[in-house]
């Protein structure tokens, strides 16, 4: 099961010039929810979501070719430009999730799916380097390099200026295609032509790439004998990440923890529940229940309960995975959550694979904390309110010692 992450942006591409007539066609929910009902699981004159009988969609599907068929026959004798019907198709298909009325329902395409995956999983085929592209000079820069990485052990740095890419100016290349490039799995090595910054000389790189875990949970021992664990996504990755970071503050002399969870859009209802299995007591985690009321029950064994003081760092964007994680902790009462109401996102999705590769994404339950609290589109309030200080949202990276959720978090420790 997923716990959709809240502020990611869907990186679907818009279908250009004829076809954005067709984007609208299909959101418009009548024929384009009925189209994918044609071509997709047709039983006995309904469609089934979840095998549930009551979730039929009563359709009438003779009506519903006809009038596909009159349609093509329209665009045919009258559309202008060329029609890519891969395209149309596909936008068909997504146009019946859109007819859900579910801003959590998507269908991907196997490209779209790939990339979902690898999302999902915080692991993928590449070079490790995070890479933006200026709209203007339409210059590719090396944003940033993650460590023990093929990029980073190539010499690869922040700030360089891509010029080439085995041989190929990049100039008038899209980001998006280069970094499909890049993770095709095509090239046992790639050699960047680059520019670093403040110098004129171009430098030649060559990177092997290979799989490349996302690091998504950074850590330090901080003053005092506090540690700091920040989880930025919960993805298959972050478990062991968080496990490794635990260890090593431990190892350390780590006598109370602070866990950052502020601007975590969420992600693996799986990891979370491994991550909340290595500091809650023995007892239930989270539940789910569907819309026939069905509940799915998570426990914890508690052998890795936390003995030491903890606080929990929230903000408005803690959403999904991150409130399952801190609704777990203040009903528990284990530790102080402090800073702002979490973004309140208390349902699961459900991803299918279809047989041709392709793949849809619903929501199929809803999730309660283990004192039964429904936070959908109420979120879970701190029990120390801090609102950052003005001037501070604005800042990619805050300073520690200006970051006044976190010298709070710190304060109250200091006072256990």
Known sequence: MELEKENKTRKEEGVRGRSDFWKGFVCGAAVLTLFLFLSWFFLGGGFFLLGQEDAQLSIDTMAVSRKLREMEAVINEYYYNDVDEEKVVDWMYKGLMAGLDDPYAAYYTEEELTSVTNDINGSYEGIGATLSKDSETGEITVVSCYEDTPAEEAGMLPGDTILTMNGESVQDMELSDMVSAIQSGEYDTITFTIKREGSNEELSITVEPRVVDVPTVESEMLENKIGYIKVTEFDNVTVDQFRNAKETLTSQGMEKLIIDLRNNPGGNLKTVLAMLDEILPEGLVVYTEDKNGE??????????????????????????????????????????????????????????????????????????????????????????????????????????????????????????
């Not at 203040?330 to 996102?345: A, H, N, P, R």
């Not at 039964?372 to 300073?399: K, R, S, W, Y």
């Open 295 to 416: 509940r799915t029950e998570y426990y914890c064994d508690g052998e890795n309960e936390l003995q030491i003081p903890l606080v929990v760092l929230v903000n408005s964007q803690s959403a999904s995975a991150s409130e399952i994680f801190a609704g777990a902790v203040k009903d528990y009462g284990i530790g102080t959550l402090v800073g702002e109401t979490t973004y309140g996102k208390g349902i699961v999705q459900m991803d299918v694979n279809l047989s041709d590769g392709t793949a849809m994404k619903l929501t199929v339950s809803k999730y309660f904390t283990p004192n039964g609290n429904d936070i959908h589109e109420v979120g879970i309030e701190p029990d120390v309110e801090v609102a950052l200080e003005e001037g501070l949202e604005q800042m990619v990276t805050i300073p520690k010692d200006q970051d006044n959720q976190l010298q709070k978090a710190i304060e109250i420790l200091e006072d256990e």
